[in-house]
């Protein structure tokens, strides 16, 4: 049995993503729209049963996203591209002088414009998962996008308008 990520929507709560490991055990990250994030782990004769819950704070995930090489989970919202038809996954840069720069997330207007979701930031070799509204993007950003080819090119031609406000 090979390794693998399956990520769950749950309406009203956020996202769960779970890990089901070779054994078959199975880990999961529960990312509320809050913001919070819950480390799971369920039982192993039963895996809707969850035997533990460990909230995180901001600077424990992202010290445990350090430990386990945050650009995995890259690595597997890329491999999404093959497994869901249509669904792509793109990087865009905020280059110097870009008028996006210290501006935030939520002006873009991103999803409701295009249907397209930014899922994560990459800032300095950091991943910033799931970024909220009130996210400044700074120069250098790369953002990442998850949507239909046409939603991305709406995310990019949003990023590249010269005057956002």
Known sequence: M??????????????RHDLVMASGRRIGVVSHRSGRRDLVLYDQDDPDACI??????DDEAEALADLLGASLMLGQLAGLRSQAAGLLTEQISIPAGSPWAHKKLGDTR?????GASIVAV????????????SFAFQ????VVVVGTREGLDGVAAILAESDPD
């Open 139 to 142: 120069t250098g950003d790369v």
């Open 122 to 133: 990459l800032r300095d070799r950091e991943v910033i998962a799931s970024p909220v509204p």
């Open 2 to 15: 090979r390794v693998r990520v399956e990520q769950t929507a749950l309406p009203g709560i956020g996202v």
């Open 52 to 57: 533990a819950s460990l909230p995180l704070t």
């Open 110 to 114: 991103a999803r409701t414009r295009t």
